[in-house]
C-alpha cells in the first residue's frame, strides 16, 4: 500500500491508478516553489535586456553593456552555485524538506530587497543574495522529490516537479518586458525596472509556507529548522563577502566581464578543493565516485545552455528579427513552453527505459545530441541573415523539448549512482560543479555578441559544450548500487 515505507524512506509503489497520493501533493508544493523561485532569477535577464534597450539605470553610456549585464547575471551563479554542496550537506544533516523552506522563503526576501536597489553595488550584492539562499534548494528538492516518490514513478516526479522551473521561465521571459512597459507609463523608465522584483517576492514567500505546512516526508520530525537556517546563514555571509570583495575590486583595477566571470570560477574551484580537503574521506562516496565525477562535470554544458537561452533569449529573437523585445517576448518564450513539455517527457522516457531492461544513459546521449544539433542550426541561421519571427520561435521550441528532457534523465541518472543517505550531497556537489556553465554563460555570450555583433558564434559554442557532455556521460559505467 502506498504510505508504507522501505528502509530507505521510499514510498512503496501504489498500482491502484488515479489516486491523489501524499507524493503527489509534494510534487504539487514543489513544482510551485521551483516556478516562483525561477521567476525570481530569471527575471534579471529581461530587466536587464530591457534597460540595456531603453538605455537606463545601470546601462547608460555603457560601452559594453550586454558583457556588463552578463555579468550582473553571472554574479547571481556565483551565488548560487557557492552555497550548493554545503547546503546539501546540511539538508542531509538537518531535514531536506527544512532546506527547501527556508531557500525558498529567502527567495522571496532577497527578491523583494533587490526591488529596493538604486545602485549597481547594491543591486549586485542583492542578486548574489538571492542566488547564496536558493543555492540551498537544487539538492535538497532533488533529494526530497526521490525520497518521498515510489522508485517506478521516480523519473516522472523529477520532470514533473522540474516543469515549474520552466513555467517560471516562461513567465519571466514573456511577463517582464510587457510589466515594465506598463510600468514605465506611470513612473517613467528609471523607475520601472524594479516592478517585477516587487510584484513577484510575495507570492515566493507565500508558496515558502506552503511547502512547510502540506508536504510531509516520512522524516518530517527530524527536520531541525534554526540549525539549517543558522548555517546557511554562516556560509552565506561569508561567501557574500568574498563574491562582492572581488567583484568589486575587479571593477575597481578595470577588469573586463570575464575576468571578473573567471575569477568567481576560480572562487568556486578554491571551494571545490576545501570540499575535497575536508570532506574527502567522509564524503568519498559522492566525491570520489567516477561515475558522479562524469556526471557532475558534463552538467556544466546543460547548465550554459540554459542560461544562454535563460538570460539572452529576449535579445537573440529581437535583434536578430529587427523587433522590440516586448514583440519578441512570446517567440523566445516558446522555449521555456518547451520545457514544460520535455521535462516530463524525459521522466517518461528513462522510466520506459528502465522498466524495459535498458539503461538510463543512451536516452541522454540521443537528446542531447539533438539538441546540439538545433542549436548549431540556430546559429547557422542567425549568420545567414534569418529573422522570421515563427521561424525562430519554431526552433527554440524544438531545442527546449529535447534540452528539458535530457535534463530529467540526466538527473534521474544522477540520482540512481548516489547513496541514499548522500542523496543532497551528491546533487549539490551536481550543482555546485555545473553552475561553472551559468556562471559562465551570461557573460561569455554577451561579450561575443559585443565583440562580433551577432549571437552566432555564441550558439556554436554551446552546441560544441554539448557534445562534450554527450561524449562524457557515455563514459558513464551503469550498474546496480547497494543503498547505503
Request: aromatic letters at 12%.
Amino acid at each position: 500500500m502506498a504510505g508504507e515505507l522501505r528502509e530507505d524512506m521510499t514510498e512503496v509503489p501504489d498500482k491502484r491508478q488515479g489516486r491523489w497520493r501524499p507524493y503527489h501533493t509534494a510534487w504539487l508544493w514543489l513544482f510551485m516553489a521551483w516556478m516562483f523561485c525561477y521567476i525570481d532569477r530569471s527575471i534579471t535577464g529581461p530587466v536587464v535586456s530591457w534597460m540595456i534597450d531603453n538605455q537606463v539605470s545601470f546601462m547608460v553610456d555603457v560601452p559594453m553593456p550586454h558583457a556588463l549585464g552578463g555579468i550582473i547575471g553571472s554574479m547571481f551563479f556565483a551565488g548560487y552555485m557557492l552555497t550548493q554542496f554545503p547546503a546539501g550537506y546540511l539538508g542531509d544533516r538537518f531535514g531536506r524538506k527544512a532546506m527547501v523552506v527556508i531557500s525558498t522563503l529567502w527567495a522571496g526576501v532577497a527578491t523583494l530587497f533587490s526591488a529596493l536597489t538604486r545602485s549597481l553595488n547594491a543591486f549586485v550584492a542583492a542578486r548574489v543574495l538571492t542566488g547564496l539562499g536558493e543555492g540551498a534548494y537544487y539538492s535538497n528538492d532533488r533529494a526530497l522529490v526521490s525520497q518521498v516518490t515510489p522508485e517506478d514513478r521516480k523519473g516522472l516526479g523529477m520532470g514533473v516537479v522540474f516543469v515549474g522551473l520552466s513555467m517560471g521561465l516562461t513567465i519571466a521571459t514573456i511577463v517582464t518586458p510587457w510589466m515594465i512597459d506598463w510600468a514605465a507609463g506611470i513612473w517613467g523608465n528609471d523607475g520601472a525596472w524594479f516592478v517585477p522584483f516587487l510584484v513577484f517576492s510575495f507570492p515566493t514567500v507565500l508558496v515558502g509556507l506552503g511547502v512547510w505546512r502540506f508536504v510531509r516526508p516520512p522524516d518530517e520530525r527530524k527536520q531541525n529548522y534554526l540549525k539549517a537556517l543558522a548555517w546557511l546563514i554562516l556560509f552565506s555571509i561569508v561567501f557574500l563577502a568574498v563574491i562582492m570583495t572581488a567583484f568589486v575590486l575587479t571593477l575597481e583595477q578595470g577588469w573586463g566581464s570575464m575576468e571578473q566571470a573567471l575569477a568567481v570560477v576560480v572562487v568556486a574551484l578554491v571551494l571545490v578543493a576545501i570540499i575535497y580537503r575536508l570532506l574527502g574521506q567522509r564524503s568519498a562516496a559522492v566525491l570520489k565516485d567516477r561515475n558522479l565525477v562524469l556526471m557532475y562535470i558534463s552538467a556544466i554544458p546543460i547548465l550554459y545552455t540554459l542560461w544562454f537561452f535563460g538570460f539572452w533569449s529576449l535579445l537573440v529573437v529581437s535583434e536578430a528579427s529587427d523587433i522590440g523585445l516586448s514583440g519578441a517576448a512570446v517567440y523566445a518564450g516558446f522555449f521555456g513552453v518547451a520545457n514544460a513539455i520535455g521535462y516530463p517527457l524525459g521522466g517518461k522516457i528513462c522510466d520506459m527505459t528502465v522498466a524495459r531492461g535498458g539503461g538510463r544513459k543512451w536516452p541522454y546521449i540521443g537528446l542531447c545530441g539533438a539538441v546540439a544539433v538545433l542549436v548549431l542550426i540556430l546559429g547557422t541561421y542567425i549568420h545567414w541573415g534569418g529573422g522570421e519571427l515563427l521561424v525562430l520561435g519554431v526552433i527554440m521550441f524544438c531545442i527546449g523539448v529535447p534540452f528539458a528532457a535530457m535534463q530529467t534523465v540526466h538527473m534521474t541518472l544522477t540520482s540512481d549512482l548516489a547513496p541514499k543517505r548522500m542523496m543532497a550531497q551528491a546533487f549539490g556537489m551536481w550543482n555546485l560543479v555545473a553552475e561553472i556553465g551559468a556562471v559562465l554563460s551570461p557573460v561569455v555570450a554577451g561579450t561575443l555578441r559585443d565583440i562580433t555583433g551577432n549571437w552566432t558564434l555564441s550558439a556554436v559554442i554551446t552546441g560544441i559544450l554539448l557534445l562534450i557532455s554527450l561524449s562524457l556521460v557515455a563514459l558513464v559505467r551503469e550498474r546496480p548500487r547497494p543503498l547505503i
